[in-house]
């Protein structure tokens, strides 16, 4: 598997767009980026997954440049409770596959 | 919508007890995955089954099994509990014929402890 590195944490205060970069080096060409949020206490949420240029749902986009060695989520308009950790996932996208979380990164979204 | 279900909820055992952790997966969901998150560290994959076949395994103790069973719902089991056993356990489930077993439904979990 891909070896991601998140910075550990962030700051941001409400109503501002958080940004959080993922490096993947050495992804393959057969990996995805996928992406997940984890509230204290609480299992693992889907929020988005890509492979490459930009995807965009209700919650979050998802900017991949074309060398695909980092990608970066953006939350827009944060708010208290999206104060969570956020992880970064690359691997195939074959089916039955595990999820091998490490290192997410602890966003607290200040009043 | 309906969630993934876990029972129990909390869970205290004494060291070297038994100990049985119950997952119903969303309904018409195929695949149901175990993790384990010790305190302050990340979610570790643990085993998945699917269609009530194991599909993966990952670091589960010997002293662990589980399965699926026809309804689908899974269970793990967990013997000669230790207290590094101590932890969050999840189930997740996901409807691997619509191609996106990535993204993954996560229950509430069972807070394990053992004293």
């Known amino acids: 598997l891909a070896k991601t590195t998140q910075p550990i944490s962030m700051d941001s205060y409400e109503g501002q767009e958080v940004n959080i970069t993922c490096s993947h080096n050495n992804i393959a060409t057969n990996d995805y980026i996928t992406w997940y949020q984890q509230f204290p206490s609480q299992g693992p949420r889907f929020i988005i997954q890509g492979y490459k240029t930009k995807v965009t749902n209700e919650v979050a986009s998802l900017f991949i440049p074309a060398d695909r060695k980092s990608s970066t989520l953006s939350l827009p308009r944060v708010s208290l409770s999206d104060t969570a950790v956020y992880y970064c996932l690359v691997a195939p996208r074959a089916a039955g596959n595990k999820l091998t979380f490490g290192g997410g990164t602890r966003v607290l979204v200040k009043p | 919508a309906a969630g993934v279900i876990q029972s129990p909820r909390h869970l205290i055992k004494e060291k070297r007890e038994t100990a049985t952790l119950k997952c119903y997966p969303i309904p018409r969901h195929d695949t149901v995955y175990w993790y384990q998150q010790g305190p302050g560290q990340d979610p570790q994959f643990l085993i998945s089954?699917?269609?009530?076949?194991?599909?993966d395994k990952g670091s589960i103790p010997d002293r662990f099994s589980a399965q699926q069973f026809s309804d689908y719902h899974s269970e793990l089991n967990m013997s000669s509990l230790e207290l590094g056993d101590s932890a969050l356990y999840f189930c997740?489930?996901?409807?691997?014929?619509?191609?996106?077993?990535?993204?993954?439904?996560f229950g509430p979990g069972t807070r394990l402890t053992v004293t």
């Open positions: 089954f699917y269609e009530k076949m194991q599909s």
């Open positions: 997740a489930s996901s409807f691997e014929s619509s191609g996106r077993t990535y993204e993954q439904y």
